[in-house]
């Protein structure tokens, strides 16, 4: 991303943007932009939207704790949402935060809750799930926010997302080749990465798994990796192996 601007504020937005477009900020964003950054009128913030493509606009106060922002020039034109859907078993609280940042900044679409067999966490605020993927799209320069979707039961998360293309399981009993070369050989389309819970799938599940011609397993390798460390892991390998960061620039 040559020539970023990685010095101003950056925040998304509902409303849409265009010149000279005026967008009321929520109290909590002004907050942040008067009080935290201490921004004056006129100081310069980054605006997205999913939709717009990324603004620069500039800080017009409105009020002694209220604040407006003016879009100025489009800085980048809106690209097209990854469609690489992440499939995860719910962690407790914290861990799950960090691994829906993560997540996000790996270049994931979609986010969607499985509910295995072995889960640790038997609900999902979705809502926080959402706050999580904004932060992470503001703070790390993407212009679309990943899809945050209900908790699927296991049975009907493979049910909707094998019609939609390939799905990619890391399983810690893999013996198989190099990831790499595994990934290598899958057909293009809309990819799923599902990743179990820290005791890992059931016997039920490994088995209904490994039955589809259209999933294929994986090993992260000889260590055994927490659930949101394995996030992190296998999203580099597909991104790296079949996904987006295939022919970019160095």
Wanted: proline fraction near 6%; charged fraction near 25%.
């Amino acid at each position: 991303m040559p020539d970023y601007d990685f010095n101003s504020p950056r925040l998304f937005v509902d409303a849409s943007l265009e010149e000279e477009r005026r967008v009321s900020l929520e109290p909590s964003q002004a907050n942040y932009l008067l009080n935290v950054m201490r921004l004056d009128a006129g100081a310069p913030v980054l605006a997205f939207n999913g939709r717009d493509g990324e603004w620069r606009c500039r800080i017009d106060r409105t009020g002694k704790k209220k604040a407006d922002l003016v879009a100025e020039a489009r800085l980048r034109e809106q690209t097209p949402a990854p469609t690489l859907a992440y499939l995860f078993a719910p962690l407790k609280h914290a861990r799950l935060d960090y691994m829906v940042q993560k997540a996000v900044e790996m270049g994931a679409g979609i986010l969607q809750p499985v509910m295995t067999q072995h889960v640790q966490a038997s609900r999902v605020n979705v809502e926080r799930m959402r706050a999580n993927a904004i932060e992470a799209a503001e703070q790390c320069g993407i212009l679309s926010i990943p899809d945050c979707r209900e908790p699927l039961k296991f049975e009907a998360a493979l049910q909707a997302y094998l019609a939609r293309g390939p799905m990619i399981f890391c399983d810690e009993r893999e013996d198989a080749e190099s990831p790499i070369e595994t990934l290598a050989k899958l057909s293009e389309g809309p990819l799923s990465l599902l990743i179990g819970p820290e005791g890992g799938f059931s016997t039920e599940e490994r088995a209904r798994l490994q039955g589809e011609t259209n999933v294929t397993a994986i090993s992260l390798g000889p260590r055994i990796l927490r659930a949101d460390t394995a996030a992190v892991a296998a999203l580099a390998v597909v991104q790296a192996a079949i996904g987006d960061w295939r022919g970019a620039s160095s």
